[in-house]
């Protein structure tokens, strides 16, 4: 008997814990130029929660998956622009931009007039 109850206990605490789970599928334009830029951008993205991050190189838009409940796009584009990429919503700073390797430094003007 108490295996049983043990295991309804189990049971109810995994269907808790999927039952808040929020699944959520953003694509967030993100200027930048190349590989390195791919690399930085997709860990910046996942730092801030993402499950999954993938930026194409030459369309711009990182395609991102995460749990709605621990973070939100918003954060990721935070995150994302305060290691000096801009997002569609949020302009990394002058000083974070700076700090990007030469190849990673875009166009700034050209890369805004896109998005």
């Known amino acids: 008997m108490k295996h049983v ?15 808040q789970t929020k699944l ?11 590989k390195s830029c791919k690399k ?7 730092e801030a929660g993402a499950s999954v991050a993938n930026w194409d190189v ?3 838009v990182l395609s991102v998956k995460f749990d709605g409940t621990k973070t939100s796009d918003k954060k ?18 002058d000083e974070s931009y700076k700090k990007l390797e030469e190849c990673c430094q875009y166009d700034r003007k ?3 007039a896109k998005q």
């Open 5 to 19: 109850i043990v295991s309804l206990l189990a049971a109810c605490i995994c269907t808790v814990s999927i039952a």
């Open 24 to 34: 959520v599928s953003e694509k967030i334009n993100v200027s930048g130029n190349c």
């Open 40 to 46: 930085h951008i997709e860990a910046a993205a996942k």
């Open 58 to 60: 030459d369309t711009k």
């Open 76 to 93: 990721i584009e935070a995150k994302i622009a305060a290691v000096g990429y801009d997002t569609q919503d949020v302009k990394a700073t």
């Open 110 to 112: 050209k890369a805004a």
